[in-house]
């Protein structure tokens, strides 16, 4: 089993659609969740960090779920900007605080 | 807002050649990490740094890669003898400290081996 799993996309949503992404995780010991956004070729950018009582952001709302093992986000309103790859990451218990990152969903947001 | 900057943006350098990546943290960060991303591919972890000196390193950093700070602004990565597979986008990355501190990345450089 991957260590973070998500669903690849493509998600194509008209403007204005609320989308949602799921994201799970195999390290039950996983300490710390981000979602990060990532444009063509550019750098991840922080989306978001994920808490045990999920947080909003404006548009974007992420829930943890440490039972099932699975962050989700979601993104109402989508507007034509939001455009990207949603990148779910994932901080283990090592002590080296690295970044173990899925393989990005695509998102898509058509007029 | 202050941001990680990486230097140069592309390199183009010829298999077996010596590379030099360079990258300045925001300057209050106590934590360093370099990833890579293949084209196409997921982001990978190479190496975490702190207190000057290596705290992880994944499968991938082996014995032709190296990191240094050599002027406690400055934090680089060589790869020694590159190869073809090493063409990648190179992430550097900081944070204020560990744990659920997020990290900042800089903008990449894309690196490409003939």
């Known amino acids: 089993r991957k260590e973070v799993e998500q669903d690849p996309g493509p998600f194509n949503v008209p403007e204005g659609a609320t989308v949602a992404f799921n994201c799970t995780y195999s390290?039950?010991?996983?300490?710390?969740f981000f979602w990060y956004r990532q444009d063509c070729r550019k750098e991840p950018k922080l989306l978001m960090s994920?808490?045990?009582s999920g947080n909003e952001d404006g548009r974007f709302t992420a829930q943890l779920n440490r039972a099932s093992q699975y962050i989700s986000l979601l993104i109402r309103d989508s507007k034509l900007s939001d455009s990207a790859t949603y990148l779910c990451?994932?901080?283990?218990?090592?002590?080296?605080?690295?970044?173990?990152f899925g393989t990005g969903t695509r998102l898509k947001v058509l007029a | 807002e202050p941001e990680v900057t990486q230097t140069p943006s592309h390199q183009v350098t010829q298999m077996g050649q010596e590379v030099i990546l360079r990258c300045v943290p925001i300057?209050?960060?106590?934590?360093f990490y370099w990833y890579r991303q293949i084209l196409g591919q997921k982001v990978e972890f190479l190496v975490s740094?702190?207190?000057?000196?290596?705290?992880?390193k994944s499968e991938i950093f082996d014995d032709q890669f190296s990191v240094e700070r050599p002027d406690g602004s400055n934090f680089t990565l060589k790869i020694r003898s590159t190869k073809l597979e090493d063409s990648a986008m190179y992430f550097c990355?900081?944070?204020?400290?560990?744990?659920?501190?997020?990290?900042?990345f800089g903008d990449g450089t894309r690196l490409s081996i003939l």
């Open positions: 990355a900081s944070s204020p400290q560990g744990g659920n501190q997020p990290q900042h």
């Open positions: 390290n039950s010991a996983s300490q710390s």
């Open positions: 994920v808490y045990s």
């Open positions: 990451v994932v901080i283990n218990t090592s002590g080296t605080y690295k970044y173990i």
């Open positions: 300057s209050n960060h106590l934590y």
């Open positions: 740094f702190y207190n000057n000196e290596i705290s992880e």
